[in-house]
């Protein structure tokens, strides 16, 4: 991998010319948490590998209004979906992917309702696609026979129904996957959802991140793979709270993915 | 004589209906207090989501043993019903069992197919008693569970027992007449569950055994027509409303949040974006959001109508799960109790956000979806919870300050987070760093 890995933007393609097949929505979490960031860089890197013809807003990205629809805002929500619809419509674009589920679901599911039409897929969804096609091979080794457990994001799960695709994509690495007490349509929220990664929990026995994770430890797994950024940080926070950041990762599945390629 | 029977039987049964129609008006004007929601497309998908669910039972078997236990009384109550048809027109002409005759040799099949049936519900009934009594399932046993939902739940049960006791006993008694020869009592040929309790009434009278048999059976018919209407005012309504709200249920993607058109219209008006219709005067706009029972749609308040009170709903809520007050089996009873307030011109002065859901509650919803993946008859608690974060945010301006910091950066920086929108792409930054 001598080449250079790009992002290169709309803006950018559009000033030579050129629109480009899909658009990588990379989400807030994507853009600015730590964390995240590097799973914005592994998806960057399939992609360039796999030479998807695709970009990124940029700068120009702004939330999908997520969060501020889940804790009532009607109106800011309404405000930002129609000013990221007309960017959106402004280039023309068709197709999007996205590492959060939700931004995923808003993009596919609500913004038609306010005019914004688009194909829209879930990075864990694409990368089956790529797999079922061939085009991605995965040679395994880095992760071959190791467990690794899979946990259903709410919006990506119960909300859209995507259940196989992550899991198909974590069986491509040859790892031993298994399955939490609850899983798909039963699986257990993370706690971020609905706007509570933004405030704290209300009093309770416990957090729920903190009794998602010891479920999690529970499996034996060494990876607990997840597809989604609250997901993640909940988990991490979990994990390290128990301090088992040494010796349980807690990593996207397009890094387990970018991990497995190289 | 038996003319005077046939009257008491007409009034018997014409005063529970009238009591029953006074009721199910009473609640259909219950629900149409709710805004307009609509839900007349897709009709295909309709009936099947009614088919399956409410009538196939196929989200019951979720959990198998109480879906099978649960089977065989839904089962029992719809076939023995048929047993109801006969009572009702050997009530009304003085006869007795009307159709044994025609039937000939089917008669008895199916007189002990119904006992077969009776077992089986007796059976599930006490089963049932012992999960929610000895067993204490931890569902039936949540706070908002205390007082009349738990007796409730206890008394249908009881009941259900006693009734299909009444029938055996009838049948039982009838069949001792029979083997006499006692006038009027035709022959049914062996009833293999009765024929159990025959040792029981052999000693009697002719007389008394008449008397234990009519008693049964007017007990038996009293007791329907007096189940109809307690079933109305009982969690056990969704024996029938579970079709109708099933046949409603939300077929979009769960994670869809419904649109509000009101604010459409305003924010594109803001926008600067040409709204259709424009220049007509604006429709009235309610209040947004919910913060009582009749700013809910007709659809969450027939919800609450239909709600079981079984506690799959809130079992599953991580909330709940974590010792938070939030259940969502709570939002829909407080939902119906206070539809059911306002329907009755009792509760002035009082809502339903506030007086019954607190914010606490709602707020430490995370929108997961669990209670209504969870929910046997397709209740989306969800949707009343987001109605009244709503209202929180967008009439008191009273979400937590925490809220109300993301929604100001979102605002200003285009993110849920405190970052400068002009460092949104710095991870590109990153793309060629070896590591
Ligand atoms: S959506 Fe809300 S109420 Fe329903 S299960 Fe999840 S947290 Fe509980
Ligand atoms: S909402 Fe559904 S799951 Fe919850 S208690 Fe009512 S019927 Fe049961």
Redesign the pocket.
């Known amino acids: 991998m001598s080449d250079t890995i790009k992002a290169p933007t709309v803006a950018e393609l559009q000033a030579k010319g050129e629109t480009p097949e899909i658009l990588f929505w990379v989400g807030c979490a994507g853009s600015f948490d730590d964390r995240y960031k590097r799973v914005t860089v592994a998806f960057t890197k399939i992609l360039n590998k796999l030479n998807v013809n695709f970009a990124v807003l940029g700068p120009e990205e702004s939330c999908t209004g997520d969060p501020a629809r889940r804790a009532g805002n009607e109106f800011l929500f309404q405000m930002q979906a129609m000013a990221n619809i007309q960017l959106l419509d402004m280039y023309q674009v068709k197709k999007i992917v996205t590492a959060c589920p939700h931004c995923f679901n808003t993009l596919k599911n609500e913004y038609p309702d306010l005019g914004g039409n688009y194909e829209v897929i879930h990075h864990t969804t694409f990368l089956q696609g790529l797999l079922d096609e061939g085009k991605l091979k995965v040679s395994g080794g880095a992760f071959k026979g190791q467990k690794i457990t899979y946990h259903d994001s709410c919006y990506l799960g119960r909300a859209n129904d995507i259940y196989e695709a992550p899991r198909n994509v974590l069986k491509s690495l040859d790892a031993d996957l298994v399955e939490m007490k609850r899983c798909k349509t039963k699986g257990l929220?993370c706690g971020a959802g609905?706007g509570q990664m933004f405030k704290d929990a209300e009093a309770g026995d416990k957090e729920i991140n903190i009794e998602r994770t010891e479920e999690a430890l529970d499996t034996g797994a060494k990876v607990i793979a997840s597809g989604c950024p609250f997901c993640m940080t909940m988990l991490s926070d979990g994990v390290k709270s128990k301090e088992k950041e040494a010796e349980v990762q807690v990593k996207d599945i397009a890094e387990l993915l970018d991990d497995a390629m190289d | 004589m038996t003319w005077i029977l046939q009257v008491v039987f007409v009034v018997v049964v014409a005063v529970p209906i009238y009591f029953l129609i006074g009721r199910i008006k009473q609640i259909r004007s219950n629900i149409l207090l709710g805004k307009d929601l609509d839900r007349s497309d897709r009709s295909g998908d309709r009936w099947k989501a009614m088919l399956l669910i409410a009538f196939g039972q196929k989200k019951m078997f979720k959990k198998p043993i109480p879906a099978f236990l649960h089977l065989l009384i839904y089962v029992g109550f719809l076939v023995i019903n048929l047993e109801v048809l006969e009572f009702l027109i050997d009530g009304l002409l003085g006869t007795h069992r009307i159709f044994a005759p025609y039937l000939g040799s089917f008669y008895n099949i199916a007189m002990n197919f119904f006992e077969f049936l009776a077992l089986g519900v007796l059976i599930s009934c006490i089963a049932f008693l012992i999960r929610r009594n000895v067993i204490k399932v931890p569902r039936f046993t949540k706070p908002e569970m205390k007082g009349w939902p738990a007796m409730d739940g206890n008394l249908i049960l009881i009941i259900e027992c006693i009734l299909m006791f009444a029938i055996l006993k009838m049948n039982a008694a009838d069949q001792v007449l029979q083997s006499r020869g006692v006038a009027g009592y035709v022959d049914t040929g062996d009833l293999m569950i009765s024929s159990l309790f025959i040792p029981l009434f052999q000693n009697y009278s002719d007389t008394f055994l008449i008397v234990i048999e009519r008693g049964a059976w007017w007990f038996h018919i009293i007791g329907i027509f007096a189940f109809a209407v307690y079933v109305t005012y009982s969690k056990h309504l969704h024996i029938f409303l579970a079709f109708p709200n099933t046949y409603y249920s939300n077929l979009e993607p769960k994670g869809k949040i419904q649109n509000m058109d009101a604010v459409t219209t305003e924010v594109k008006s803001m926008l600067g974006i040409p709204v259709k219709g424009a220049g007509e005067p604006p429709a009235e706009v309610g209040t947004f959001g919910a913060k009582d029972a009749t700013d809910l749609s007709w659809k969450s308040l027939m919800e609450a109508y239909s709600c079981t009170e079984c506690g799959r709903?809130t079992s599953?809520?991580?909330?709940?799960q974590t010792g938070k007050t939030?259940s969502?089996r709570k939002?829909m009873m407080d939902t119906r109790d206070r539809i059911e307030d306002i329907g009755a011109g009792k509760g002035e002065g009082k809502t339903l956000l506030g007086d019954f859901i607190t914010k606490e509650e709602i707020n430490?919803?995370?929108?997961?979806?669990?209670?209504?993946e969870a929910c046997p008859i397709n209740i989306d608690?969800?949707s009343i919870?987001l109605e009244m974060k709503r209202y929180v945010a967008m009439e008191e301006s009273g979400s937590p300050a925490s809220w109300n910091s993301m929604f100001s950066n979102i605002e200003t920086n285009f993110a849920p987070w405190k970052f400068s929108p002009t460092d949104r792409f710095n991870w590109a930054q990153d793309l060629n760093d070896k590591n």
């Open positions: 929220c609905g | 709903c599953e809520c991580p909330a709940n939030l969502p939002v430490a919803c995370t929108s997961c979806n669990a209670c209504t608690p969800l919870i």
